[in-house]
């Protein structure tokens, strides 16, 4: 499916519970990206991988926590420091850092 | 860092006419600027994108212009038809200390109606 795979689709969160969402990617893709997307904010980079074992902190990181120790496999954590964590999250990968992204399904987070 | 503003948020045709979205960045060292398409439900798909030493790109039905010294570029949808209807994000790029930082417009949503 597209070679980008994300799990849960849906995912409910009590307060002060960490989830972790799921990216897989069979592309071969070096770099992999999670984004948050809010109506009407577009989208916004939450963390990035350029290589395994590395990563870096996007625009809005605080709350988040990534892992990265396989190329195909690109976690995010969603903390209970995250104060406002419903939304909808987006994982990408890319053969260049940024050249043309492809998405996967995208997992939507609700806190209960 | 760079911003980039996106013109309409909403966006309603007519099935046959031509839709056009704008955007505006900030930054002239963006040098590469992608177009995604996203359906109800559906994760965003790449349909587009254009690199800053080309003005104009082509593909059936879809078009993107940029002008790079008014810093602003566009996607046009001729003879559109309702499976045109979505959600359309412009982006972007630049290095960035090693990286190819990319950000989003927030969104046109375009409703053809048939």
């Known amino acids: 499916d597209g070679g980008i795979t994300q799990s849960p689709k849906y995912l409910f969160r009590k307060e002060g519970q960490n989830v972790t969402l799921s990216c897989e990617q069979n592309?071969?893709?070096?770099?992999m990206y999670w984004y948050r997307q809010d109506p009407g904010q577009g989208l916004r980079l939450i963390y990035y991988s350029q290589i395994v074992n590395d990563f870096q902190k996007g625009d809005i990181a605080e709350g988040y926590s990534v892992s990265r120790e396989k190329k195909e496999s690109f976690p995010l954590t969603v903390t209970s420091a995250q104060k406002n964590p419903t939304a909808f999250y987006l994982c990408?990968?890319?053969?260049?850092?940024?050249?043309?992204?492809?998405f996967g399904s995208g997992t939507r987070l609700t806190v209960v | 860092g760079e911003n980039v503003e996106q013109h309409p948020s909403t966006l309603s045709v007519q099935e046959g006419d031509s839709a056009v979205i704008k955007c505006t960045y900030s930054d002239s060292a963006s040098n590469y600027f992608p177009w995604y398409k996203q359906e109800l439900g559906k994760r965003p798909q790449l349909i587009i994108d254009?690199?800053?030493?080309?003005g104009e790109k082509k593909d059936q039905r879809i078009a993107v212009t940029l002008n790079k010294t008014a810093k602003h570029f566009s996607l046009h949808i001729t003879e559109t038809q309702p499976e045109d209807s979505a959600v359309y994000f412009c982006a972007a790029s630049m290095q960035s200390g090693g990286y190819q930082k990319v950000t989003f417009g927030t969104g046109t949503k375009l409703q053809v109606i048939p």
């Open positions: 592309l071969n893709h070096d770099a």
């Open positions: 254009i690199r800053s030493n080309v």
């Open positions: 990408a990968s890319s053969i260049e850092g940024g050249y043309g992204y492809t």
